[in-house]
């Protein structure tokens, strides 16, 4: 796995009370696949928390992703849904554990605030 | 063009002509489509290498014809030996059962050709499909015609099997018939579609209700959805009409999501059959007095795809709610944004509108509590992201040039914002009713906040700032020259002054003074805006009106709807009457089926509301329509644990009678009649 994934889940736990604010609950199991190779994250949810865990054990969900694609997620470079859409990615299980865990994926590099773009054009601000 | 047969369960749809035939068109989206593809582009029938010829058809049903054809073109005597019944249902799948009726008296062998092709088109596709990327294969087999598409994991797959014994090539299926005396012949043709997801399954086999149903449940299904809903009696036949065929249309709207796995309503046919923010949460509003079960999938799902970062190719941003989500290839490979796409500065507000209203209408704290998280995040939109200038207001601007809406307001098309003499404003722009909106949610999230989360704190700070927002508004968008309110600020803060009827949705959410709400309301009313079948988008005065422009002068039953609501609001009884009376009488020219929008013709030029070249039928806020209206006449309002009813039906439409009206209350009984006739003295 990458630098970037290990470092995507190693982080979770201390993001989870500001991003898991609604009121789930369960576990996705994210299948990382890059040749051969396959690794299990477990990633246990509830309001506020997440525990991170690697195992086979059977998810609420289990959501299949390339590990070239996760990464692409994780730094903001790629979208979950549309992964979904072209079947890139699938998914199956509990749907609202899918759209949580996409909370934690963040904005693509280099995105500006859509507020300083505007105020930059318009002569008319407070 | 011409006459178009639909027939749909869900957002899967087949559009024919009236032969039953489909044959490849660029401008209209004839064929069969399941979530926003299409599975079959050519279907079309030959016997002896000739076409048919309609006699009649029965489209009673939502989800199922019956064409009766004659072959070659009809002569002066039809003499035909033989005639041809297509009967065809959807359900999850597609299935025609063809008979071909020998009406002579001796044997006779036919060919019967049934052509068949897919181009697997996405919607947004259909006007140019040589640009594909992916590739076709067709596979004939024992009975049975493959049609499969796959774009590197995209896969998507049209089986057709006959039950009759077929010649299959990879154009289609050939019957060499011989029928006796009087004789008959059928097969049945069952047409699967498969959407390719995880470990190679069908995406819809995963879902709750598996996609397919038999016709016998779709059928009960959609008369329990009636049954359910209250008891229309009524002496305006018009509107008995409007109502019965608005339920079995909501009814036949109904799809499940892929995503979710839940039953979600989609906005229109052809071009619609998905979900949208704004068209879901107006047509909740609408019917929630009726059916209050559709909502809470409807704000779940809203919930569930609420934005949560910033995205610029989708005009993403966090706590925004979406405005139309797509299924397919172009959403997947991201040639549209459509995965969600978040281009729309009202459905936000709405949301929390939505949710406010349901609460009051159900009592449904545990929902209220569920969503908490999403309504605060929703109302922080509204003060940050939405207000994109940092002046107190609701701004937009996509931040996709290429294929984002210029316009994020419900009146969406490149020129529906435009000054009295037609020019354009500069981005970005902020129109009225976004500040309407925005007003009514915060208000609307204080009362939730006391309520359902025990946060008076942030309840009155919610109240303070839609005080402060109804004033700077009163100030800044009111034109005290004109007398009415602008449809819009430009970027430099100055009016758009255009006269639409945007002012009346100022009123519903109750953002007007009173002072000036009966100028508003003359204005809604008056010829300049007025047409006679409703009020029109753009006054006929208007430098871009167009009687058939898409939001410059024809007029949308939903709109109209949500006037007569607004007009209610502020005590305007006679003039919502009159809002209603057109829109019920305009119903009567399309059998009961309001469509997307009407010309904004006089009524006294045209004797009939002309139909609007494209618009989508049956589309769900126009189905919606009569029902709120029935809401406004019979002045349905909760109040507490109660339903108070105050009725006011225009003259002339008599008695008008609601039964079972559910809600926190039970279910009660509304009863209304026109002031002119007065009270029947008892017997």
Same mark, same amino acid.
């Given at each position: 796995?990458?630098?970037?994934?290990?470092?995507?889940?190693?982080?979770?736990?201390?993001?989870?009370?500001?991003?898991?604010?609604?009121?789930?609950?369960?576990?996705?199991?994210?299948?990382?696949?890059?040749?051969?190779?396959?690794?299990?994250?477990?990633?246990?949810?509830?309001?506020?928390?997440?525990?991170?865990?690697?195992?086979?054990?059977?998810?609420?969900?289990?959501?299949?992703?390339?590990?070239?694609?996760?990464?692409?997620?994780?730094?903001?470079?790629?979208?979950?849904?549309?992964?979904?859409?072209?079947?890139?990615?699938?998914?199956?299980?509990?749907?609202?554990?899918f759209l949580a865990f996409r909370l934690f994926f963040p904005s693509a590099p280099g995105t500006r605030d859509p507020r300083e773009v505007a105020r930059e054009h318009a002569?008319?601000?407070? | 063009?011409?006459?178009?047969?639909?027939?749909?369960?869900?957002?899967?749809?087949?559009?024919?002509?009236?032969?039953?035939?489909?044959?490849?068109?660029?401008?209209?989206?004839?064929?069969?489509?399941?979530?926003?593809?299409?599975?079959?582009?050519?279907?079309?029938?030959?016997?002896?290498?000739?076409?048919?010829?309609?006699?009649?058809?029965?489209?009673?049903?939502?989800?199922?014809?019956?064409?009766?054809?004659?072959?070659?073109?009809?002569?002066?005597?039809?003499?035909?030996?033989?005639?041809?019944?297509?009967?065809?249902?959807?359900?999850?799948?597609?299935?025609?059962?063809?008979?071909?009726?020998?009406?002579?008296?001796?044997?006779?062998?036919?060919?019967?050709?049934?052509?068949?092709?897919?181009?697997?088109?996405?919607?947004?596709?259909?006007?140019?499909?040589?640009?594909?990327?992916?590739?076709?294969?067709?596979?004939?087999?024992?009975?049975?015609?493959?049609?499969?598409?796959?774009?590197?994991?995209?896969?998507?797959?049209?089986?057709?099997?006959?039950?009759?014994?077929?010649?299959?090539?990879?154009?289609?299926?050939?019957?060499?018939?011989?029928?006796?005396?009087?004789?008959?012949?059928?097969?049945?043709?069952?047409?699967?579609?498969?959407?390719?997801?995880?470990?190679?399954?069908?995406v819809r086999s995963l879902l709750p209700f598996a996609g397919s149903r038999t016709t016998a449940a779709i059928e009960a299904e959609h008369a329990e959805f009636v049954a359910?809903?209250?008891?229309?009696?009524?002496?305006?036949?018009?509107?008995?009409?409007?109502?019965?065929?608005?339920?079995?249309?909501?009814?036949?709207?109904?799809?499940?999501?892929?995503?979710?796995?839940?039953?979600?309503?989609?906005?229109?046919?052809?071009?619609?059959?998905?979900?949208?923010?704004?068209?879901?949460?107006?047509?909740?509003?609408?019917?929630?007095?009726?059916?209050?079960?559709?909502?809470?999938?409807?704000?779940?799902?809203?919930?569930?795809?609420?934005?949560?970062?910033?995205?610029?190719?989708?005009?993403?941003?966090?706590?925004?709610?979406?405005? &139309? *989500?797509?299924?397919?290839?172009?959403?997947? #490979?991201?040639?549209?944004?459509?995965?969600? =796409?978040?281009? !729309?500065? /009202? +459905?936000?507000?709405?949301?929390?509108?939505?949710?406010?209203?349901?609460?009051?209408?159900?009592?449904?704290?545990?929902?209220?509590?569920?969503?908490?998280?999403?309504?605060?995040?929703?109302?922080?939109?509204?003060?940050t992201y939405g207000d994109l200038l940092g002046t107190g207001y609701v701004w937009y601007q996509t931040r996709n040039p290429k294929i984002g809406l210029e316009n994020q307001?419900?009146?969406?098309?490149?020129?529906?914002?435009?000054?009295?003499?037609?020019?354009?404003?500069?981005?970005?722009?902020?129109?009225?009713?976004?500040?309407?909106?925005?007003?009514?949610?915060?208000?609307?999230?204080?009362?939730?906040?006391?309520?359902?989360?025990?946060?008076?704190?942030?309840?009155?700070?919610?109240?303070?700032?839609?005080? &402060? *927002?109804?004033?700077?508004?009163?100030?800044? #968008?009111?034109?005290?020259?004109?007398?009415? =309110?602008?449809? !819009?600020? /430009? +970027?430099?803060?100055?009016?758009?002054?255009?006269?639409?009827?945007?002012?009346?949705?100022?009123?519903?959410?109750?953002?007007?003074?009173?002072?000036?709400?009966?100028?508003?309301?003359?204005?809604?009313?008056?010829?300049?805006?007025?047409?006679?079948?409703?009020?029109?988008?753009?006054?006929?005065?208007?430098?871009?009106?167009?009687?058939?422009?898409?939001?410059?002068?024809?007029?949308?039953?939903?709109?109209?709807?949500?006037?007569?609501?607004?007009?209610?609001?502020?005590?305007?009884?006679?003039?919502?009457?009159?809002?209603?009376?057109?829109?019920?009488?305009?119903?009567?020219?399309?059998?009961?089926?309001?469509?997307?929008?009407?010309?904004?013709?006089?009524?006294?030029?045209?004797?009939?509301?002309?139909?609007?070249?494209?618009?989508?039928?049956?589309?769900?806020?126009?189905?919606?329509?009569?029902?709120?209206?029935?809401?406004?006449?019979?002045?349905?309002?909760?109040?507490?644990?109660?339903?108070?009813?105050?009725?006011?039906?225009?003259?002339?439409?008599?008695?008008?009678?609601?039964?079972?009206?559910?809600?926190?209350?039970?279910?009660?009984?509304?009863?209304?009649?026109?002031?002119?006739?007065?009270?029947?003295?008892?017997?």
């Amino acid at each position: 796995m990458t630098e970037a994934t290990q470092q995507f889940f190693a982080t979770l736990p201390a993001r989870a009370p500001e991003v898991l604010r609604t009121p789930v609950a369960g576990t996705l199991r994210i299948d990382l696949s890059e040749g051969h190779r396959t690794e299990h994250w477990l990633v246990r949810m509830r309001p506020g928390a997440v525990e991170v865990d690697q195992g086979v054990e059977p998810g609420d969900a289990t959501w299949y992703c390339g590990a070239d694609l996760f990464e692409r997620l994780v730094t903001g470079r790629a979208q979950a849904i549309s992964a979904v859409l072209r079947n890139e990615s699938t998914f199956r299980g509990d749907v609202v554990l899918f759209l949580a865990f996409r909370l934690f994926f963040p904005s693509a590099p280099g995105t500006r605030d859509p507020r300083e773009v505007a105020r930059e054009h318009a002569r008319w601000t407070r | 063009m011409k006459e178009l047969v639909s027939i749909l369960d869900g957002n899967t749809f087949l559009v024919s002509d009236r032969r039953g035939d489909v044959e490849p068109s660029l401008d209209f989206p004839t064929g069969l489509f399941a979530f926003d593809t299409r599975f079959l582009s050519t279907w079309l029938l030959l016997i002896d290498g000739e076409r048919l010829h309609a006699l009649s058809i029965d489209d009673a049903e939502s989800h199922r014809t019956r064409y009766f054809l004659v072959p070659g073109e009809p002569t002066h005597f039809l003499d035909a030996k033989v005639s041809v019944i297509r009967s065809r249902a959807i359900s999850g799948d597609l299935s025609e059962e063809l008979t071909v009726l020998n009406h002579s008296g001796q044997e006779m062998s036919f060919t019967v050709r049934m052509e068949m092709a897919s181009d697997f088109a996405d919607i947004f596709e259909i006007k140019d499909t040589q640009r594909k990327k992916g590739h076709n294969t067709a596979a004939p087999g024992e009975n049975s015609l493959r049609l499969t598409y796959r774009r590197d994991a995209f896969h998507r797959e049209t089986t057709i099997t006959s039950s009759a014994a077929a010649q299959v090539d990879r154009r289609g299926m050939t019957f060499p018939i011989m029928i006796g005396p009087h004789g008959e012949w059928t097969t049945r043709l069952t047409v699967n579609v498969v959407i390719y997801g995880a470990r190679g399954q069908d995406v819809r086999s995963l879902l709750p209700f598996a996609g397919s149903r038999t016709t016998a449940a779709i059928e009960a299904e959609h008369a329990e959805f009636v049954a359910r809903a209250p008891k229309l009696g009524c002496d305006c036949e018009p509107m008995a009409g409007a109502y019965r065929r608005s339920l079995t249309d909501l009814a036949a709207l109904r799809y499940e999501s892929i995503a979710l796995g839940v039953r979600l309503m989609a906005a229109g046919l052809p071009w619609f059959m998905t979900l949208f923010g704004r068209d879901s949460i107006f047509t909740s509003l609408q019917v929630l007095p009726f059916v209050p079960e559709l909502i809470p999938p409807t704000l779940t799902m809203l919930a569930g795809l609420q934005g949560h970062r910033v995205d610029d190719f989708r005009d993403e941003e966090p706590g925004k709610i979406l405005h &139309e *989500l797509r299924y397919g290839e172009s959403a997947g #490979f991201e040639e549209q944004p459509h995965s969600p =796409y978040y281009g !729309a500065a /009202d +459905s936000t507000a709405l949301f929390v509108i939505l949710l406010d209203e349901y609460e009051r209408w159900t009592g449904d704290v545990e929902l209220v509590k569920r969503l908490e998280f999403s309504v605060r995040a929703a109302l922080t939109w509204i003060d940050t992201y939405g207000d994109l200038l940092g002046t107190g207001y609701v701004w937009y601007q996509t931040r996709n040039p290429k294929i984002g809406l210029e316009n994020q307001c419900w009146k969406d098309s490149w020129d529906a914002i435009c000054y009295s003499d037609g020019r354009l404003p500069s981005f970005p722009r902020a129109t009225c009713e976004l500040q309407g909106y925005a007003y009514d949610a915060k208000l609307r999230g204080a009362r939730l906040a006391r309520l359902c989360w025990n946060d008076p704190v942030y309840a009155d700070r919610l109240e303070r700032e839609a005080a &402060e *927002l109804k004033e700077r508004f009163n100030r800044d #968008f009111w034109l005290p020259d004109k007398e009415y =309110y602008a449809l !819009a600020l /430009d +970027s430099d803060g100055s009016p758009v002054d255009a006269l639409t009827s945007n002012i009346g949705h100022l009123l519903w959410s109750g953002i007007v003074d009173d002072s000036r709400a009966q100028r508003v309301a003359e204005h809604l009313l008056g010829p300049r805006l007025f047409s006679g079948w409703g009020v029109r988008t753009l006054a006929d005065d208007q430098g871009r009106y167009n009687p058939i422009g898409y939001h410059v002068g024809t007029v949308w039953p939903f709109d109209n709807s949500i006037i007569a609501w607004g007009l209610w609001k502020y005590g305007l009884r006679e003039e919502a009457g009159r809002i209603c009376e057109s829109m019920f009488a305009a119903s009567r020219y399309f059998f009961g089926r309001l469509p997307e929008a009407f010309a904004g013709y006089e009524r006294d030029l045209t004797d009939y509301p002309v139909e609007y070249p494209t618009a989508c039928s049956p589309q769900a806020w126009s189905a919606g329509t009569p029902l709120l209206l029935l809401r406004v006449m019979l002045g349905l309002e909760p109040q507490g644990e109660h339903l108070i009813i105050d009725p006011y039906v225009p003259a002339g439409m008599g008695r008008v009678e609601l039964l079972d009206i559910p809600g926190r209350w039970g279910r009660v009984d509304a009863l209304g009649r026109s002031r002119d006739e007065g009270p029947r003295r008892p017997d």
